[in-house]
């Protein structure tokens, strides 16, 4: 018996509802390019026309109705199975469970297989999501690369202020020794000159040591090796002097030669390219700084005039110097510190000279004697060593054959077996790249300038203060039984007042080391957190302000109450706890003020072609700055002794401290690549 035809319009829905989905499906296929939408199609048809056949096997059953007796339950059950009617319930629940499913055909894959798919059709491969990159921790001492390298630029920077320190420590008696009847006011107009003299020559010659190291001629460690043996010849010459005129000579014919401190700067930002990490690699210099301070006064104090200091061990009748003394100390009693200071700086010119590598980029890739004849030492050792145990054997690089590995020339400094960078460059870019450089006259950019004026004026006011700051605590203390000048006959607050603090070598050299001391704290503990607090350029002119106060009070320390009378020196709990705190402001400032300033100098090059040439114009300005500083202030300073008011140099220091604090408003920090020469941008384009 045949089925009413409404019992198969759910029949007639579910084959139009199959027959939408196989339509949707073929649709979203044919937008894919990679996939083959015939297969599928013939696959969809295929599936339905196996339905039909299932359908039309249905009312092919139904019209061949078995018949059943009612009385054989088993045989009923059975026949239920076969009744139309429970056929198409069954039917019905089969397609309501369809309609439930995604309507998507078995023979369609998932979208992430057809991604893959895809993807793997394109030659690409899908790769993992990165995880999100972790936010970087300040940087520590260890992070810092090349440390080699800057081990060696720290240990010449040091050389450097251990020399000149030192000669500060007994400086003022050195020339009183030239001409005992000199007043303090005059040797205090002498050591400004002397200072004025090695500072003025380098004020004549630094740019063109910067050139120097700019060009391929010369090279930054040449100019280095220069500096350091040229200093190591005044260092020795000024300990040998016996009157003022040679001691002067000699300071100038050091200040000639020496360019060191902006090719060391430069060397430094060479090294160390990436920003994190010049906060840290800068302050190295001003730390060395401070370690000279520390051992040069000390070293000078102690070492200054050996016969007077130590009668039983070089005096005469002593172990040393027998029946008569050591001759040459009674004869040069300032050369012994000066000899030490020597065997400093050869030691740190042997150091340049075998370990240090070039990095001027044109001669990176040229022979370096000095390394040739480390490796061929360092050689010659390990087979001695090697000798003496033998279970030991030294595997060396031209008898290492193993693939993928490459030989170093230590000859060349370059790998024997080239190789090929990610992104070639053409011979022409490669040659614009080494010949290109920026025009002298291009260099003076606006930050340029007011980079260079405010450096000008923090090296005035602290070169200044430190050759201020050792001929006051050597000035001798106002005595009013002994009065100087003689018309001053009592001290008066707040500004009518003279004298110093009357300290031998040995006191002024500790008195400096507590400056040191101070420094190498702040630097290590206070400054990396503050200044990566702040930035470079907040921190400069932040600290720039406590320069004007530090200056305004140290003339106070010549009438703190003192335990002792004049004329004997200065001391007590007070007068060190005055002196402490006021070189305890001063030293604050500077270590934040000094790094910053360099880092400053270094980002305002306005092209890297000429970053050798703006550190050497930038040490002739600080140079220029330092030599007419000391000259004036030591001439202020004598002329204030003689009127009675030895304040008047200090506050007039703190005055242009002021005005430096004001000209920091106009710097700001660059990128060290201002100006871009024809054909640079698609180069970095290329290179990256």
């Given at each position: 018996?045949?089925?009413?035809?409404?019992?198969?319009?759910?029949?007639?829905?579910?084959?139009?509802?199959?027959?939408?989905?196989?339509?949707?499906?073929?649709?979203?296929?044919?937008?894919?390019?990679?996939?083959?939408v015939s297969q599928w199609e013939a696959s969809a048809e295929a599936a339905g026309s196996r339905r039909q056949k299932k359908h039309v096997a249905f009312e092919d059953k139904s019209e061949n109705k078995p018949k059943y007796k009612s009385k054989d339950k088993s045989k009923a059950k059975d026949s239920e199975d076969d009744d139309p009617a429970s056929l198409l319930r069954q039917h019905e629940a089969l397609l309501k469970q369809k309609r439930r499913r995604p309507k998507t055909l078995a023979i369609v894959p998932r979208m992430s297989s057809l991604g893959r798919r895809l993807s793997d059709a394109d030659g690409e491969e899908q790769k993992p999501t990165p995880p999100p990159p972790k936010k970087a921790g300040p940087v520590s001492w260890r992070d810092l690369p090349q440390k080699r390298q800057l081990f060696?630029?720290?240990?010449?920077?040091?050389?450097?202020?251990?020399?000149?320190?030192?000669?500060?420590?007994?400086?003022?008696?050195?020339?009183?020794?030239?001409?005992?009847?000199?007043?303090?006011?005059?040797?205090?107009?002498?050591?400004?000159?002397?200072?004025?003299?090695?500072?003025?020559?380098?004020?004549?010659?630094?740019m063109l040591w910067g050139r120097a190291a700019d060009a391929d001629w010369g090279g930054r460690k040449r100019v280095l090796l220069m500096g350091l043996f040229g200093t190591c010849?005044?260092?020795v010459g000024f300990g040998f002097s016996r009157s003022f005129l040679q001691a002067a000579i000699f300071r100038f014919v050091g200040g000639i030669l020496n360019g060191n401190v902006g090719v060391i700067r430069t060397m430094v930002s060479e090294i160390i390219k990436e920003k994190k990490y010049q906060s840290r690699a800068f302050l190295l210099l001003p730390m060395c700084f401070n370690i000279g301070v520390i051992i040069g006064p000390v070293l000078g104090g102690l070492l200054a005039d050996p016969v007077g200091s130590y009668p039983s061990v070089f005096g005469e009748n002593s172990f040393f110097g027998g029946k008569d003394g050591v001759w040459w100390m009674k004869h040069w009693p300032y050369a012994l510190p000066n000899l030490v200071s020597a065997v400093f700086l050869f030691s740190a010119a042997a150091a340049v000279f075998f370990g240090l590598e070039e990095t001027l980029e044109s001669l990176c890739d040229k022979p370096d004697l000095g390394l040739r004849i480390a490796h061929s030492i360092g050689t010659l050792f390990r087979r001695l060593f090697n000798r003496r145990n033998p279970q030991y054997t030294a595997v060396h690089d031209e008898d290492i054959d193993t693939p993928g590995t490459e030989s170093y020339d230590l000859e060349s400094r370059t790998p024997t077996t080239p190789i090929a960078p990610a992104t070639?460059?053409?011979?022409?870019?490669?040659?614009?790249?080494?010949?290109?450089?920026?025009?002298?006259?291009?260099?003076?950019?606006?930050?340029?300038?007011?980079?260079?004026?405010?450096?000008?004026l923090l090296a005035f006011h602290i070169g200044t203060f430190n050759?201020?700051?050792?001929?006051?605590l050597s000035t001798p203390r106002f005595d009013p039984t002994a009065p100087f000048p003689p018309s001053h006959t009592q001290q008066s607050l707040p500004f009518n007042f003279t004298g110093g603090l009357g300290m031998p070598p040995r006191s002024v050299g500790?008195?400096?080391?507590?400056?040191?001391?101070?420094g190498i704290t702040l630097q290590l503990a206070v400054y990396p957190r503050v200044n990566a607090l702040l930035g470079t350029v907040r921190s400069y002119r932040t600290f720039l302000c406590l320069f004007p106060l530090t200056y305004f009070l140290t003339p106070y320390l010549a009438v703190v109450p003192s335990s002792s009378t004049p004329p004997a020196q200065a001391s007590g709990l007070l007068v060190w706890l005055a002196l402490g705190s006021v070189l305890f402001?001063?030293?604050?400032?500077?270590?934040?003020?000094?790094?910053a300033n360099?880092?400053?100098?270094?980002?305002?090059?306005?092209?890297?072609?000429?970053?050798?040439?703006?550190?050497?114009?930038?040490?002739?300005?600080?140079?220029?700055?330092?030599?007419?500083?000391?000259?004036?202030?030591?001439?202020?300073?004598?002329?204030?002794?003689?009127?009675?008011?030895?304040?008047?140099?200090?506050?007039?220091?703190?005055?242009?401290?002021?005005?430096?604090?004001?000209?920091?408003?106009?710097?700001?920090?660059?990128?060290?690549?201002?100006?871009w020469l024809e054909g640079e941008k698609e180069e970095g384009v290329e290179r990256r």
């Open positions: 018996m045949p089925l009413p035809s409404s019992n198969f319009e759910p029949n007639a829905s579910a084959q139009d509802n199959a027959s939408k989905t196989d339509d949707s499906n073929a649709n979203m296929l044919n937008s894919m390019e990679e996939v083959n060696i630029l720290t240990m010449a920077r040091l050389s450097e202020p251990i020399t000149q320190t030192s000669l500060q420590a007994y400086m003022f008696y050195q020339l009183k020794s030239f001409d005992p009847s000199l007043p303090p006011s005059t040797i205090a107009a002498q050591a400004g000159i002397l200072q004025g003299c090695f500072t003025g020559a380098q004020f004549l010659t630094a010849i005044s260092a070639p460059l053409t011979p022409l870019s490669a040659a614009r790249r080494s010949r290109q450089k920026l025009p002298f006259r291009r260099i003076f950019t606006s930050n340029v300038l007011f980079t260079l004026l405010s450096h000008f050759n201020l700051w050792f001929i006051f500790f008195a400096m080391a507590v400056l040191g001391f101070i402001i001063q030293v604050l400032g500077r270590t934040f003020a000094l790094p360099t880092i400053l100098v270094n980002n305002c090059s306005p092209h890297p072609s000429v970053l050798g040439t703006i550190h050497g114009i930038a040490q002739s300005v600080s140079s220029a700055s330092r030599t007419v500083g000391p000259v004036l202030g030591g001439w202020l300073y004598g002329v204030g002794l003689q009127k009675g008011v030895v304040g008047g140099v200090w506050w007039g220091l703190a005055g242009m401290a002021m005005v430096g604090w004001v000209a920091s408003g106009w710097v700001f920090e660059g990128d060290g690549h201002e100006i």
